[in-house]
């Protein structure tokens, strides 16, 4: 993200799905329309890891960005929906 000098949202949401590809943790998905979000994330690997992973997103979302994002979650899903400000 520094590298590119850009701490915008939608570079770290890039860099976020990038990380994500290349640690073969799960897939990611985002879409947007308008200033409207959807991110989601899933994997085969639990419960414990849905909850990890809800954890980090959303504390980066809600430090870096004051962003306070809907988060529903299950063993293998995790959605995050919020807009941007």
């Not at 993200?1 to 998905?29: Q, W």
């Not at 085969?44 to 997103?57: D, E, V």
């Amino acid at each position: 993200m520094f590298k590119f000098h850009d701490s915008s949202l939608e570079t770290m949401m890039h860099l976020l799905m990038v990380a994500i590809r290349n640690s073969h943790g799960g897939e990611m998905d985002l879409t947007k329309d308008g200033d409207q979000y959807t991110l989601v994330f899933s994997h085969k690997l639990g419960r414990k890891f849905s909850l990890l992973m809800l954890s980090g997103i959303d504390e980066l979302l809600r430090s870096a960005y004051r962003i306070l994002p809907t988060i529903e979650y299950d063993d293998s899903l995790v959605t995050f929906k919020f807009s941007e400000r």
